[in-house]
């Protein structure tokens, strides 16, 4: 397993991405929703793999919209968006915002944009249970 490190832009929010797989081998793609694209996010999960995000006290804010099942995990204080995360029956899970990582730049600059509308509760579950990795949140 390798640990991949990325945080927000002051360090106040950091995040740390278990995976087996190399940079090359992840799947990334951008939300076409008006919250991703305004923040020209690119994220990835890796079901094989897991994601711990860490805050220093008063620096998490979490933002929910939509069908308001996911938190937008940004820094209170610089406002990166750094990833999302997801309450689950089996535990949460969630995605990194390529752009926060550490290696951002091994990553396709303009990866397949994705398009959800329409997507019920049920729909968008199965579909991130898919495709986003085990997350813990520690504030």
Known sequence: M???RGSCHCGSVTF??????????????RCACSFCRRHGARTMGD????????STSGALSRYRFGLGITDY??????????????????????????????????FDAAPPLHHYDGEDEARRRARRRKFWMPATVIA
Do not use: H, Q, W
């Open 2 to 4: 390798t640990t991949y």
């Open 16 to 29: 740390t991405l278990t995976s087996e797989k190399k940079p090359e081998e992840m799947r990334v793609g």
């Open 47 to 54: 079901p094989s793999g897991s994601v711990e995000f860490r």
């Open 73 to 106: 995990l940004l820094c209170a204080r610089c406002g990166t968006y750094v990833g999302a995360v997801m309450p689950g029956e089996s535990g949460a899970i969630g995605i990194v915002n390529v752009n926060s990582l550490d290696i951002r730049d091994t």
